[in-house]
């Protein structure tokens, strides 16, 4: 029983670290990119990039290509900037984000499952 236990309150654990508590490394945009795209993959319960760091008054368009099937990876919410799009299964989609100020932007799914975040410096 004892054991049972200590299993079950593990995969709690590991439950709250994978979809609240850990942060992958940012990504730079640097000047050089060309139009300040990036390619971001919905997979796995996960954006990959999830964070993504770039400079002060620099617009950015993010290309997502949706590989997981399910239903909450379908529609991506950049609350702060009042976007919002409905990504398509295994088909490049362009979200261009207008210029934004320092600070950080998080963007999800509509059941924020799937996190990520842009930060401005």
Known sequence: MLIVNVIGLGLI?????W?????????QIKEAVSDNEITIVVE??????????LN???????????K?????A????FPDLDV????????????????????????HCQMKMYNGSIVVK
């Open 84 to 107: 919002s799009a409905e990504l398509p299964l295994d088909k490049p989609f362009i979200v261009t984000l207008p210029t934004m100020k320092k600070g950080e932007y998080s963007f």
């Open 74 to 77: 379908s529609t991506v919410l």
């Open 56 to 66: 002060e008054n620099s617009a950015i368009r993010l290309r997502f290509i949706r």
């Open 44 to 53: 796995d319960g996960v954006y990959q990039p999830a964070n993504i760091s």
């Open 68 to 72: 997981d099937a399910s239903p909450c």
């Open 13 to 17: 654990g590991l439950i709250i670290w």
């Open 19 to 27: 979809f609240w508590l850990y942060k992958p490394k940012a990504m």
